[in-house]
């Protein structure tokens, strides 16, 4: 190796880690600001280390709503929503991007508008649709206003039309049905498409506030994000430290899962179709 | 034929007698209880919550969190018209006049007087009549003080006394002390002397300082041209012309915190904040702190802030006998002790304030007491739906651009006079 | 084409098909902006029964010059977003596009910020922007530069959010990208090699043409993404310093949570989505000529 290119490796893996330290380093603050006492955390400079570590501040932050619950309605509605965004988008998505139908441009262009529609716009009309129906607060009111998405039957539909008629005649011609077609063959091959839109949606719909709030009126299916916004008091300095190890119980669960499903994140992006 | 008759008779009686067993058999009666707090005060409120529910069996309230202030108001519109509304929340005064008139709000007079609740123990200028100018209209009472507070001055003592400098009681004497109090390192402004947030409440603190009022005496024509004027310039100047005064940051809350932070950590030396903070700061600050009232130009004067209780009209009786007895309870002398020691708001009941507990943590503490003090400078919003749209949509949002050099003083006031008359005309 | 299908059981399957996502799509989308258009001619603040304006919110908003910011302060933060995420998404994806530790430890890091959520970053980066103690003018003081009002400034607030945005999403199209690269043939690439080509060219004649279906991928999913921007704002600077970093979503949010102006929130709704379909409708057009797929089989 010369040592021009050396100097280039040694610049690049500079600049790499650089970026890597600047990405990493708010969350290591993060966690350091949730050990830390308020003394500590109003300090400047900053100290860079938390100590003595001040765990009772998890014990505050957990305390201090039903978080538990809280945990456990993050995981029911944010892949509730996925495994039905997924389902109908993949529905949906085969029928515009495979089938001849009259009125099928227009209902695509119809689901492209829809693209365009914040939940602040929706919220008031919604609100008053499931408030005459008696679902106001309940896990269907955070659910089904997102079961489709716009996007991921817009991604998906893109994903299908790069996929060669020919395989689909075969399947036809061996007699499977339709939505054999879409999840055993379709669906496989469309999983690098699939699976970058269902991170977007899981991160969205775990870290979603805004949506939850309005649609609830009590604890019992609010979400993880909620609990953490009761911990902080408009106007003071407020409890950073306690908010802080809140926001550690949002944020925790995402990167082991992340982790966990790294490897076969990784693998399916990867897939090479078949040639 | 009559056995039918009979035994439609018993069960028609079963039923509305056992309708009537819940409450017979001391099955509470619920109501539910909204509110915009996070943080400390949340729990406190929780906690009173609770020894409200397990001091008697009758009623039960549930209490829930709504978001900030603004997402609560939009969840109660939306809810009112599904019928799905909360029986009591709390909103701020400036709000009660617009929601007044729009219906919002169950007239509360019949429940004080059913009840038996002296109204004039309550520290009259925190109380809804003590708030308001009605220009002669006859207004009833909707509105029961919950967390009512004042914006008071906060200094550091040890800086000030490192200085020589006294605490000032007027505009011109806090300039010099903010000058005086403000260190500079090179380009590097080390500590403020002075800061606040440059915001609605403080502004009309300063206007009714100036000698100015809101609107003219009949309510009708906005007033304030001239000394808000005088009161924006007198920030414009501290901040632009003699660097003493920080403008912090961000708005709404986004201010307060970093005024409170700064303060905190000695990066200020003076401001002006809400009497609601004298518990967070006492408890956080490394240095002799002291409060004392806003300066005055031509005279002491400062607005009261905060919430008020109040209850839903389209509330069943059941669930507003039951909101009532809680506001009441939250009332009572006792609570109102408690409420105010432990989130710093001003204890609303006269009774509590000249009990002995309560006159015992005055001299204890004396940083409570400023707010109470200062009460008899306190001055009246006026009652019109036009007040909510006048702080937040004229006044707020224009009070930044002088302070950051966009607009001169004068252009901004002129039309923040157009904006407040035209929505008093009902444009 | 092979075997013909019938032409009336396509029509019943595709709209049994779509029929669950129309239905829903029709609730929950089209139904509230078809609402938002009718409310757009009234005045109402959810309290007081509705009065009938007739265009007056659409006349009194085209002229208004703080919604010119506000669609001014989108375009440039949606297009500041997209570009250097993109960008950097793809020069970070083009360096560690190999499977050594390092890289997935770096791909693991940066990806990290994606994850969280808006609000537990928009406080931090708060007090990292605070022009007094924050840490960006700590480490800048180091660099021998002033402090920067970085949120305060109302010239440079909405380039500082562009920047934390980035900052945040930059792993998105960092992982999209890689995947991209890494469905890219060898053999592309060992061929261009042998025929002496460079490493820009390569990356001009190979590389960015197969990326384009990744590259549009991600231009969409971010350009939407940044249009519907609102927690960002709503917690660093609420859309301050005076609307400097009011944006679409903030300002409807703003009409109609702050001021009760239900009816002008509305009339904002419907303009900009007449602006968004006219430019996805260009856009659709102009991308539909310059994609290369890669065919499967």
């Known amino acids: 190796m010369t040592s021009r290119n050396l ?123 499931l408030a005459k129906v008696g679902l106001l607060n309940t896990y269907a009111a955070i659910i089904l206003p997102y079961a489709t998405s716009a996007l991921g039957t817009f991604l998906i539909r893109e994903a299908f039309n790069g996929i060669s008629d020919d395989i689909l005649d075969a399947a036809r011609i061996d007699g499977a049905n339709v939505l054999q077609i879409i999840f055993r063959i379709l669906v496989p091959i469309a999983m690098p498409t699939i699976i970058a839109f269902s991170l977007f949606s899981v991160v969205y719909h775990w870290n979603d506030y805004f949506w939850p709030l309005v649609m609830t009126t009590d604890e019992t299916v609010r979400t993880l994000p909620l609990g953490v916004a009761l911990l902080r008091e408009e106007g003071t300095g407020s409890r950073w430290h306690i908010i802080m190890a809140g926001n550690m119980f949002v944020v925790v669960p995402m990167i082991l899962t992340f982790l966990a499903a790294q490897r076969h994140i990784i693998r399916a992006f990867t897939f090479t179709s078949l040639k | 034929m009559r056995m039918q ?100 709000f169950e007239n509360l007079e019949p429940y004080v007087k059913s009840t038996g609740v002296k109204t004039e123990e309550f520290v009259q200028p925190l109380s809804q009549h003590g708030y308001f100018d009605y220009f002669g209209k006859s207004v009833p009472l909707f509105a029961i003080p919950f967390n009512r507070s004042m914006p008071v001055m906060y200094y550091n003592k040890d800086m000030l006394d490192a200085k020589g400098v006294k605490v000032p009681t007027s505009w011109d004497e806090l300039r010099d002390a903010a000058a005086k109090l403000t260190v500079r390192e090179g380009n590097d402004v080390k500590t403020w002397g002075f800061e606040v947030p440059v915001d609605w409440w403080f502004w009309h603190g300063l206007l009714y300082q ?47 915190e970093v005024t409170n932070t700064d303060f905190i950590t000695q990066k200020a030396a003076m401001i002006f904040t809400s009497t609601a903070f004298v518990n967070y700061l006492t408890e956080n600050v490394k240095f002799k702190m002291g409060t004392a009232f806003l300066p005055k130009k031509e005279k002491f004067a400062a607005p009261t802030g905060g919430t008020f209780f109040v209850m839903i009209k389209d509330a069943t009786p059941a669930q507003k006998e039951a909101g009532w007895a809680f506001i009441k309870w939250m009332s009572e002398p006792a609570q109102a002790i408690s409420w105010s020691q432990n989130t710093g708001y001003i204890c609303t009941s006269e009774p509590a304030i000249k009990s002995a507990e309560m006159q015992k943590f005055y001299q204890d503490n004396p940083n409570y007491l400023v707010a109470y003090e200062q009460l008899k400078y306190a001055q009246r919003m006026p009652f019109t739906p036009a007040l909510i749209r006048i702080q937040r949509e004229v006044i707020q949002p224009n009070l930044e651009a002088p302070v950051i050099g966009l607009k001169t003083v004068d252009e901004t006031m002129a039309a923040a006079e157009k904006a407040a008359n035209d929505i008093l005309a009902g444009k | 084409m092979g075997h013909p299908r019938p032409m009336r059981r396509q029509t019943l399957l595709g709209y049994a098909l779509i029929l669950p996502s129309m239905a829903f799509f029709s609730a929950f989308y089209i139904y509230p902006v078809v609402y938002s258009f009718y409310l757009s001619f009234f005045t109402w603040d959810m309290l007081q029964p509705k009065r009938f304006i007739g265009l007056t919110n659409y006349r009194e908003l085209l002229v208004a010059a703080e919604f010119q910011e506000v669609l001014g302060n989108t375009l440039a933060y949606s297009l500041g977003v997209v570009v250097l995420a993109m960008g950097i998404g793809l020069a970070l994806a083009l360096l560690l596009n190999n499977r050594t530790a390092l890289s997935s430890l770096f791909q693991a890091c940066i990806f990290t910020s994606y994850i969280v959520s808006w609000v537990a970053v928009s406080l931090l980066w708060m007090w990292m922007l605070d022009p007094q103690y924050g840490l960006v003018n700590y480490v800048a003081g180091f660099l021998g530069v002033p402090p920067v009002d970085w949120l305060g400034n109302h ?97 409807i949010y703003e009409q109609a949570f702050h001021y009760f102006r239900i009816g002008r929130a509305s009339a904002a709704v419907i303009i900009c989505f007449g602006l968004i379909l006219a430019l996805t409708y260009a856009q659709h057009r102009l991308f539909r000529r310059n994609v290369h797929y890669t065919q499967v089989g």
Not at chain 2, 65 to 90: E, S
Not at chain 2, 222 to 248: S, T
Request: with cysteine.
């Open chain 2, 210 to 256: 100036a000698g100015g009022s809101l609107l003219s005496a009949d309510g009708k024509q906005a007033a304030f041209r001239q000394k808000g004027g005088e009161a924006l310039q007198y920030w414009v100047d501290m901040v632009n012309k003699h660097k003493i005064m920080k403008r912090p940051g961000g708005k709404d809350y986004n201010a307060w």
């Open chain 3, 155 to 251: 010239r440079l607030a909405i380039w500082s959010l562009v920047g934390v945005t980035v900052w945040k999403v930059i792993g998105y199209p960092m992982i999209i990208f890689l995947a991209g690269l890494q469905n890219i043939s060898q053999d592309y690439y060992e061929a261009a090699s042998l025929d002496g080509a460079s490493a820009w060219q390569q990356f001009r004649y190979i590389t960015w043409p197969l990326l384009a279906p990744t590259t549009v991928f991600l231009f969409i999913t971010l350009t939407i993404a940044t249009f519907q921007g609102f927690d960002i704002v709503n917690i660093m600077t609420q859309g301050g310093p005076v609307h400097a970093t009011s944006i679409y979503v903030f300002y």
């Open chain 1, 7 to 129: 100097l280039i490796r040694t610049l690049t893996i500079g600049f790499l880690a650089l970026v890597a330290l600047v990405e990493v380093f708010p969350y290591f603050w993060i966690a350091t600001t949730s050990l830390k006492d308020l003394a500590g955390v109003l300090q400047f400079p900053p100290s860079l280390l938390p100590l003595p570590p001040h765990w009772e501040n998890y014990v505050q932050a957990w305390q201090s709503g039903p978080f538990p619950r809280y945990l456990l309605n993050n995981v029911i509605t944010t892949f509730g929503i996925l495994i039905l965004q997924l389902f109908l988008g993949c529905l949906a998505a085969y029928a515009f991007s495979k089938l001849e139908f009259p009125g099928r441009d227009l209902c695509f262009f119809l689901v492209v508008a829809c693209l365009m529609v914040p939940p602040q716009i929706r919220f008031i009309p919604i609100y008053i649709m």
């Open chain 2, 5 to 104: 008759r009979i035994f439609i008779l018993v069960l028609t009686a079963l039923i509305g007698v056992g309708s009537a067993l819940p409450a017979l058999a001391g099955e509470p009666i619920t109501a539910t209880f909204w509110y915009s707090y996070g943080g400390k005060v949340r729990q406190v409120t929780e906690d009173m919550v609770k020894k409200f529910n397990s001091s008697q069996t009758k009623y039960r309230i549930d209490g829930s969190f709504q978001g900030d202030y603004f997402q609560a108001l939009a969840k109660i519109r939306a809810a009112i018209t599904t019928k799905t509304a909360p029986t009591i929340f709390h909103v701020i005064g400036e709000a009660m006049p617009d929601l007044w008139q729009g219906g919002m």
